[in-house]
Structure formats: C-alpha cells, structure tokens
C-alpha cells in the first residue's frame, strides 16, 4: 500500500513545517543541516542525490537554494501525492534546478529510482515512522544497491515508545554502514542520522518492494 492509498492527507501532514517551533520544523532544521554537511564534505561532482518520499521537498531544496554546489546537484525525488509532488517541481523550477527530475511516482518499489542510481546522498525522512518494523529493517538492507561507494544516507524517525531508533541504527551497521551523525533535537523527540556506506556498493535490482506505508 503506497502512501496515498492509505488515505493520509499528506498535504496537511505538511502544514506544521511553517510553525517554527513545532517538532516537525525542528526536525527539517536537523535533516537541513546534515544535508549541508554531507554536501560540503564531499568530494568530486556531479553529486547524485535520491529523496525517497519527497513530499515537498523541502529537506533539501531549502538547503540548495543557497548552497554553493547547487548547480553540481543531480537526481530525483519521488512522491507519490500528487500535489506534494506539483510543489516539489514548481520549487524546483524556481531554482532553476533542471538537472533534479521529479517523480510522481511510489518510492516504495526499488524501480522509482531505476536510471538515478547509484546515488551519493539518500534521503529517507519520514519514512520509517509510518512503516512496519520489518519493512524499516529490509528498506536498511536494500539501501546499498542504491548508493554510490562512500554515499550518505539521512534517515528519520520519531523517538516514541517503543523508541526504534537504538535498533535502526544497529542495522544500518549490520547493513554496512558507519554511522557519522545522530541526533535527538533538543526535546528528544525525533532522531535524525546520518550513515555512510562503508562496504562495496550492491548489485541494483528493479522490482524489489523496499516497504508498505501502515500509517
């Protein structure tokens, strides 16, 4: 079941970005910052980047707005919604940022990436609060078909009880990843990461379902 057919509003899940002392503007601010960080500490261009569930896209366009390697940024970001989706591409046509394609398009099959791997920065925020434990674990798992040798992913999760985010950083490193950056924000209340691959980059194959939105 992909994000819309679970019926979600998804375009008034993004209201409380503009209220900028709720958790989820807080928490842009952290996925913001280690966007830039992972920008600036990489080497070489182009810089291939893959958002998975999008949304608006406002993780990463608002930090490529001003960041000083913008125009050496490619890839895709996928979102299902479809107005979530038409936001992400007015935002991007705005910045001129024509080398990023949008896609309307469900991100929980490894074929909405197909053609954008392999990727030097994934994006999977907001993401592993609405999926099943087992499907957090298996999206973990495939993640190396999709990165480019030394890629960073930036993941999110809520810190609720039961509190995952302990155990998701346990599999990134059974998967092959070393963790650089993890942090809770200052009320705790949500976990933003940072891992990079620090295995050989996997096989990619077309196909494989990676999870199923239950929320």
Same mark, same amino acid.
């Given at each position: 079941?992909?994000?819309?057919?679970?019926?979600?509003?998804?375009?008034?899940?993004?209201?409380?970005?503009?209220?900028?002392?709720?958790?989820?503007?807080?928490?842009?601010?952290?996925?913001?910052?280690?966007?830039?960080?992972?920008?600036?500490?990489?080497?070489?261009?182009?810089?291939?980047?893959?958002?998975?569930?999008?949304?608006?896209?406002?993780?990463?366009?608002?930090?490529?707005?001003?960041?000083?390697?913008?125009?050496?940024?490619?890839?895709?970001?996928?979102?299902?919604?479809?107005?979530?989706?038409?936001?992400?591409?007015?935002?991007?046509?705005?910045?001129?940022?024509?080398?990023?394609?949008?896609?309307?398009?469900?991100?929980?099959?490894?074929?909405?990436?197909?053609?954008?791997?392999?990727?030097?920065?994934?994006?999977?925020?907001?993401?592993?609060?609405?999926?099943?434990?087992?499907?957090?674990?298996?999206?973990?798992?495939?993640?190396?078909?999709?990165?480019?040798?030394?890629?960073?992913?930036?993941?999110?999760?809520? #810190?609720?009880?039961?509190?995952?985010?302990? @155990?998701? &950083?346990?599999?990134? =490193?059974? !998967?092959? %990843?070393?963790?650089? /950056?993890?942090?809770?924000? #200052?009320?705790?209340?949500?976990?933003?990461? @940072?891992? &990079?691959?620090?295995? =050989?980059? !996997?096989? %990619?194959?077309?196909? /494989?379902?990676?999870?199923?939105?239950?929320?």
């Amino acid at each position: 079941m992909s994000e819309v057919e679970k019926g979600r509003d998804w375009w008034k899940w993004h209201e409380p970005y503009d209220e900028p002392t709720s958790p989820l503007a807080r928490r842009l601010a952290v996925v913001q910052r280690q966007i830039r960080e992972s920008l600036d500490g990489r080497e070489g261009s182009p810089i291939q980047v893959i958002s998975l569930c999008a949304g608006q896209g406002r993780d990463l366009l608002g930090v490529l707005a001003e960041h000083p390697r913008r125009r050496e940024v490619r890839g895709r970001l996928v979102e299902a919604d479809p107005r979530n989706a038409r936001a992400a591409a007015r935002r991007l046509d705005e910045l001129g940022l024509g080398e990023i394609e949008l896609v309307c398009g469900d991100a929980s099959m490894s074929d909405a990436v197909a053609g954008a791997v392999p990727a030097d920065l994934i994006l999977v925020c907001g993401v592993f609060g609405n999926i099943s434990d087992d499907d957090v674990h298996a999206t973990i798992a495939a993640l190396p078909m999709m990165c480019a040798a030394g890629a960073d992913v930036i993941w999110t999760r809520h #810190t609720r009880p039961p509190d995952l985010t302990p @155990t998701i &950083r346990s599999w990134f =490193d059974e !998967a092959g %990843f070393a963790e650089v /950056t993890f942090d809770t924000g #200052t009320d705790a209340r949500f976990g933003v990461g @940072t891992c &990079r691959l620090r295995r =050989d980059p !996997a096989v %990619f194959e077309p196909g /494989t379902r990676l999870f199923s939105f239950v929320r």
